[in-house]
């Protein structure tokens, strides 16, 4: 927050408080110790990761299933 990396404005005491500047970092990592709230946390990468298992996983099972049937046939 004191220097700023690449492009980050710097936030010196002037535009916040040293205890402002603690509740923020704590705030943040209090967010990064919980659990993540919806869905199976796949690398916190977000629905996306999801619904590509889904897919995979869906399309695994319907081809399964194909071939079970085709080889009963």
């Known amino acids: ?16 408080t040293p205890e402002e500047k603690r509740s923020i970092i704590n705030y943040v990592q209090t967010i990064n110790a919980q659990a993540d709230p919806g869905g199976a946390g796949i690398g916190r990468t ?12 869906g399309i695994g099972a319907l081809m399964f299933g194909i071939f079970w049937m085709g080889s009963k046939a």
């Open 1 to 16: 927050m004191l220097t700023g990396p690449e492009n980050m404005p710097v936030f010196g005491d002037n535009q916040l």
């Open 46 to 57: 977000g629905p996306v990761a999801e619904g590509l298992v889904i897919w995979v996983v």
